[in-house]
Each structure stands twice: as C-alpha cells, then as structure tokens.
C-alpha cells in the first residue's frame, strides 16, 4: 500500500501525519507532566523545554518538513501540551478529563489558568520565560534546515 510508505506521500499529507503525530505527543507528554506535578506536588517547569524538543523531534522525523508551516504547527502543539499540563497539575486527572463532558467547568477552569498563568510575582513571570523558551524551542526544532 502506497498510504503507508512515507517517503511516497506527498507535503501536504506528510503534514497532516505531523500534525497527528505531534498533537498526540504533546497531549500525552503534557498530562504525563502534568499528573507527575499532581503525584509528587513539585513543578518543575524546565521539562516544558524538553517537551517542546520532543514535539519538535516528532513533527521533525515525521513530517520531514522544511516549510514555516511544520515550525508553526509545533509552537501551537506546545501551547496546547503546556495548556493540558497545567490543567491536569492544577484540576487532577480526573478533574481535567471530567471538563472534557462539561464545557462550562472547562471554561471555569481556562479562567482559572489563565489568572494563574498571569499573575504579577516574580515566579510566575520565570515560569512563564521558561515556557516560552518550550515554545522557543518547538518552533526552532521543528524544521529540517
């Protein structure tokens, strides 16, 4: 079957399977962070750099893309990865996945990050440098050059 041999497809469809394969990777690396935050009640934001390297590392190698389009596609993958990470740090895993089957507790909790994400003190400001710098890194990453 030629779907399946990826060095056949052509751009379009190598970017699709890039964005399917990133967003499945940023999903599930941000609630892994996420539940690890929640298990041992640390946050160590440095690992949103990593994740943002991963995204990139797979959109990268499965996309094998050297358009602004694949870095694009990975800076918003990061958004999403830190958005799931946050909630499932701040919610529980089982508090995030119970606003996916009601949107009004999910637009609740979306205020509540972003009171959180923008508050005024210094660790927030640091914690929200280094996220940036995630984002920095997946948009970087993304392409071959």
């Known amino acids: 079957m030629q779907i399946y041999n990826s060095r056949t497809l052509d751009s379009n469809t190598r970017f699709i399977l890039a964005i399917l394969a990133g967003l499945a990777t940023g999903i599930v690396l941000g609630f892994a962070y996420g539940f690890l935050v929640n298990l041992i009640h640390v946050q160590s934001t440095v690992i949103y750099v990593a994740i943002g ?68 003190d210094i660790t927030s400001l640091i914690v929200l440098a280094i996220k940036a710098i995630g984002i920095y890194y997946a948009y970087n990453y993304a392409v071959i050059l």
């Not at 918003?76 to 895993?93: N, R």
């Open 53 to 120: 390297w991963c995204i990139a590392y797979v959109i990268r190698t499965v996309g094998r893309g050297v358009h602004k389009r694949f870095a694009i596609a990975s800076a918003v993958i990061m958004v999403i990865a830190i958005f799931v990470g946050d909630m499932v740090a701040l919610f529980t895993p089982l508090g995030f996945l119970s606003s996916v089957i009601d949107p009004s507790l999910l637009l609740y909790m979306f205020e509540l990050w972003l009171k959180n994400l923008l508050s005024v």
